[in-house]
């Protein structure tokens, strides 16, 4: 299931976008959710415990504005898409230069969210997205929302970063990592797995996520663990400096 969090002071425009988002015909099958918020100091705060696939954004709002929401988002979760929505296009500058993902007007939402979305699916979701046999069926998990992965027998966990129950499914250790190749996924030990953009930070002989809850990292695989998660956190460091 995809989640958006759309925030905007009008009540009217909040609701016409989340009956658009939850409308959008190629997430029937997977599911959608969207939270609504009329406050940006809301949202921010909600944004520490929950993680969304792609935040809309009002630029003119009481207290904090949609432009500097989108500085803060954009300065703690540098790979969130973030889509300024506006009356007005004199912002549009502006919001280009924080390398938000769309600028859109809000008299052109009939026209433009659509397109939007299709780019937002293909570009940044969709490629994110395991379709994995659960319980006899497909069921698409979006990797973004996953926390860690537990290995126990042929059963893998996928534990999220929301409130959502585990997801067991019948898979290999070998297929697994196949599926997981070029994703920033870590075996701690052998029956362990973390998100590494879910990690707060390394301790000895375990990962603290940012949900507080913690990934064991085996003795004899420390080392190793401990020289890949450094690489990958310059590197991310690296790519987040361009930003």
């Not at 940006?40 to 709002?61: G, H, I, W």
């Not at 929302?145 to 027998?153: C, F, P, T």
Request: hydrophobic letters at 40%; proline letters at 5%; charged letters at 30%.
């Amino acid at each position: 299931m995809y989640r958006f969090a759309v925030c905007d002071d009008d009540f009217f425009y909040r609701r016409q976008l989340a009956r658009m988002l939850r409308s959008f015909a190629p997430w029937q099958k997977s599911g959608c959710r969207v939270d609504c918020f009329s406050e940006a100091e809301r949202l921010l705060a909600e944004c520490e415990a929950c993680r969304y696939d792609a935040v809309f954004l009002d630029v003119q709002m009481p207290r904090m504005n949609g432009l500097e929401a989108a500085r803060r988002l954009r300065a703690r979760w540098p790979e969130l898409p973030v889509i300024l929505v506006s009356a007005f296009c004199e912002f549009a500058p502006e919001g280009y230069e924080l390398r938000v993902y769309r600028y859109l007007r809000k008299d052109r939402l009939d026209q433009c969210l659509g397109p939007c979305l299709e780019d937002l699916l293909a570009q940044q979701l969709a490629p994110c997205t395991l379709e994995l046999p659960v319980d006899g069926e497909i069921c698409q998990v979006n990797l973004v929302r996953v926390e860690s992965l537990r290995l126990d027998g042929h059963t893998v966990e996928f534990h999220f970063v929301d409130n959502t129950p585990p997801l067991p499914c019948r898979m290999s250790l070998a297929r697994l990592e196949t599926l997981l190749a070029g994703r920033p996924f870590l075996r701690t030990q052998r029956g362990f797995l973390v998100n590494l953009h879910q990690v707060q930070r390394l301790r000895r002989y375990e990962f603290i996520l940012r949900s507080g809850r913690r990934v064991p990292v085996g003795e004899r695989r420390y080392g190793q663990v401990r020289q890949e998660y450094l690489e990958w956190q310059a590197r991310f460091e690296e790519w987040s400096a361009r930003l």
